[in-house]
Every structure is written in structure tokens, then in C-alpha cells.
């Protein structure tokens, strides 16, 4: 039984009203645990209300979640301990900060869930050097910090409270290259440390076939397939038809292929590509 299920989920904006709109229609999927699982599709496919359907933001239209076999909107007053387990970051989670010091930022998770006070202390430690801030800043104030260090702090305050299930909508949004590998890097560090289970939404085909080991595709609200990265970005050109692309390394050594070049067609990596461009051109004579 996998630890997070969708079983025939939809919703509905509006239902009833002339502004009616099925936003997902008809979802089943059951997550893989102790993965890293990366959620895609065009603007408007469904990807945001999905998540949120996850840990209960949101509740079906039609369907059930499940939380270890259990329908998570069975009881309201199960929802606050589930949020715990499933813990949710949203996009530019930055702006949710509003304690004056980081400390009390990444603590008010663990706060909440009557931990005593030595446990939370050490769990904001934890929580703070796993996304690669120094423990110098917890007594700063969070908006004394960068752009980059504010977003590390608010998914700081998600992980502080141990979630069995973390969820991130676009976690690396606005960063730069670098800051986007390295977060996403960080968060790769504590799901194995953890053996959590880590559902990314995002627009980035390279980020996805780089820290994914599931994917999960949706195409007007519905679930058109869920498998590895070799599954999904095997069938390029269908999902060039939902308004998505391969990854850039896999464009282009699909048009090295087309030059003559022998590569193989499952490469969505840059260390893959590398690999492979050195060895067919190891092969190739000198005069080539």
C-alpha cells in the first residue's frame, strides 16, 4: 500500500455557478515512497490543486484522498495533525515569513505541534543546516536576509516539522542556476536522510529529469501518464503536444543523432550527454 493514494479525485471550481470549471477530473495514482516525484503539465493543467487536494487544502469535488489507506477529509479535526506528516511548500514561500527572528520562523511549526522546547530547538537546527544556511542567522530577522537565504528559510520551517510527505510547487522559482541546483540538491540531501517521500511541481524539464525518480503528467486536468523519466521523455513529441518540451540536453543530442552522430535516445541529463557525446566521438575517426 503506498503511503499517499488518489483514488478517482476531481475538482471543481465555481461548481453550480455559470463560472464552473473542472480544474482536475477523474485523478488516480498511487505515490511511490521514499521517491522524489515530479509533477508537470501546461499553465492551467491542474498541477496547483492538485498538490493542495494533498494535505487537505483543498477537498474533492469527487474522490478520495488517502493517507496510509485512510481518507484524509473523512475528519476535519484530523486535517491539522495530517499537515503535519504532509508538510506543503507554496510558491515564493518567502512571503510567508513574519516571525522577527529566524529561530522563531522555522520553530513555529514544531511549536504548534507541542513538541517540548529542547526538541523544536533541534529540529530548527537540523532543519536550517539541511538547506545550507550557517546557525548564525536563527537569531536574525528573516527579512534582514536575502532573496535566496528567505527562500531557504520558509522551506526550513516546512521540514522542521519531519513531514512523512514533502510537497514543493516551483521550490526554485526566481533563482538563478546555481541557487536553483542547490536547493533542489539540499532538498534531495534530507528526503534520503529521512527516507521521506518528495512530490516537486515545476515548469523545468531539466530540474525534473535531474532530481526525479517518478513523474507524474497532467494535460487539461487529467492524469495522462505517471512513470520514470525515461517513460515520459521517451514520448517527446507528445508532449510537445500538451505544450511541453524535452529537456534541452535532449533536444539537442536529438539533433546530434539526426547529423549521424550514435547516441543513445534515453539521455535528459548534462552528465548523461557528456558521457555519451565522449564516448561517440571516441569511436569516430581522427579525421572526422
Not at 10 to 20: A, H, L, Q, R, W
Not at 69 to 88: P, Q
Not at 128 to 155: H, N, Y
Request: negative net charge; contains cysteine.
Amino acid at each position: 500500500m503506498s503511503k499517499l493514494e488518489l483514488e478517482n479525485v476531481s475538482f471543481v471550481y465555481g461548481k453550480g455557478t455559470p463560472f464552473e470549471k473542472a480544474a482536475v477530473k477523474n485523478v488516480s495514482v498511487s505515490f511511490d515512497e521514499q521517491a522524489t516525484i515530479g509533477v508537470i503539465g501546461h499553465t492551467g493543467s491542474g498541477k496547483s490543486t492538485l498538490v493542495q487536494m494533498l494535505n487537505g487544502l483543498y477537498k474533492p469535488t469527487s474522490g478520495r484522498v488517502l493517507f496510509n489507506g485512510k481518507d484524509i477529509n473523512e475528519n476535519k479535526k484530523d486535517l491539522r495533525s495530517l499537515r503535519f506528516k504532509v508538510g506543503l511548500v507554496f510558491q515564493y514561500p518567502e512571503y510567508q515569513l513574519f516571525e522577527e527572528t529566524v529561530e522563531k520562523d522555522v520553530g513555529y511549526g514544531p511549536k504548534n505541534m507541542g513538541l517540548p522546547a529542547e526538541e523544536i530547538a533541534a529540529r530548527v537546527r537540523r532543519a536550517v543546516e539541511f538547506t545550507g544556511l550557517d546557525l548564525s542567522v536563527l537569531q536574525k530577522s528573516p527579512f534582514e536576509l536575502s532573496g535566496g537565504q528567505k527562500r531557504r528559510v520558509a522551506i526550513a520551517g516546512v521540514l522542521a516539522m519531519e513531514p512523512e510527505v514533502l510537497i514543493l510547487d516551483e521550490p526554485a522559482a526566481g533563482l538563478d542556476p546555481a541557487g536553483r541546483e542547490t536547493i533542489l540538491g539540499e532538498i534531495e540531501n534530507w528526503r534520503r536522510a529521512n527516507g521521506a517521500t518528495v512530490i516537486v511541481v515545476s515548469h523545468s524539464m531539466e530540474e525534473i529529469a535531474n532530481h526525479c525518480d517518478r513523474i507524474l503528467v497532467l494535460n487539461k486536468g487529467e492524469l495522462y501518464k505517471y512513470g520514470t523519466p525515461k517513460e515520459i521523455f521517451g514520448e517527446s513529441e507528445r508532449l510537445s503536444e500538451f505544450g511541453l518540451e524535452a529537456p534541452q540536453v535532449t533536444r539537442l543530442c536529438n539533433l546530434l543523432r539526426e547529423k549521424g552522430i550514435a547516441l543513445p535516445r534515453d539521455i535528459y541529463t548534462v552528465d548523461d550527454a557528456f558521457g555519451a557525446i565522449e564516448a561517440a566521438f571516441k569511436g569516430v575517426g581522427a579525421d572526422a
